[in-house]
């Protein structure tokens, strides 16, 4: 069974770079999508952009300036970089296995908060 | 905001039949597969339907799915009080150099 874990610091200072690392357990990365979702307190589902185990990438427009994702394949783990954070990208933070246009496999989430 | 239009509430008592519907335009529903995503409270999102009508293995058949031109559907049968969730519609967008959009969610109450 595929899982899927989030980790990072759950607070960072405004206009720093939010850090996040998925670890994917129970599976190889190799030959799928891998995707950065997130969701403020409260409202609904915001997709960052996804990873492809070869290196390819694709962002949301409105995020593309600020976002990096990459992929280790070695450590089977794939991360986001999110940079000039402010208090609008206070979120639970998703990573997910994309398959076929649809996230199947999902990490709990991790809560990050931007905050002096 | 959203390019997905879904209703923000919808309910049923157990064992009804509720419907919740996602409208979208020719660049998203019009040409891509819909996607539905149920949100349990204080949990991850879950795959409920994928292309437009499939369920992946371990969805019941009281879910389905259905698409007509630029609107989806998402219908329960037989209510459950388990079935208590956000549940969100999604779509791939082709304007904007690709875009995975997300509705902006129902919450469907079991009364």
């Known amino acids: 069974q595929v899982q899927l874990q989030e980790s990072g610091p759950g607070l960072e200072k405004p206009s720093e770079t939010l850090s996040l690392t998925c670890t994917v357990s129970?599976?190889?990365?190799?030959?799928?999508?891998w995707s950065w979702i997130r969701q403020p307190p409260g409202k609904g589902l915001e997709w960052i952009g996804y990873?492809?185990?070869?290196?390819?990438?694709s962002y949301n427009p409105s995020l593309k300036s600020r976002v990096t994702i990459s992929v280790d394949t070695s450590k089977n783990q794939f991360s986001l970089k999110l940079t000039s954070v402010t208090a609008a990208d206070t979120a639970i933070y998703y990573c997910?296995?994309?398959?076929?246009?649809?996230?199947?496999?999902w990490g709990p989430g991790t809560l990050v908060t931007v905050s002096s | 905001q959203s390019v997905l239009t879904q209703p923000p509430s919808a309910s049923g008592t157990p064992g009804q039949r509720v419907t919740i519907s996602c409208s979208g335009g020719s660049s998203n529903i019009g040409s891509n597969y819909v996607y539905w995503y149920q949100q349990l409270p204080g949990t991850a999102p879950k795959l409920l339907i994928y292309r437009n009508n499939q369920r992946p293995s371990g969805v019941p058949d009281r879910f389905s799915g259905s698409k007509s031109g630029t609107s989806a559907s998402l219908a329960i049968s037989g209510l459950r009080s388990e079935d208590e969730a956000d549940y969100y519609c999604?779509?791939?967008?082709?304007?904007?150099?690709?875009?995975?959009?997300f509705g902006i969610g129902t919450k469907v109450t079991v009364l």
């Open positions: 997910a296995r994309t398959h076929g246009g649809g996230s199947d496999y």
């Open positions: 990873v492809y185990f070869r290196g390819g990438t």
């Open positions: 129970g599976g190889s990365i190799s030959g799928y999508y």
């Open positions: 999604a779509v791939w967008d082709d304007s904007l150099s690709g875009l995975y959009v």
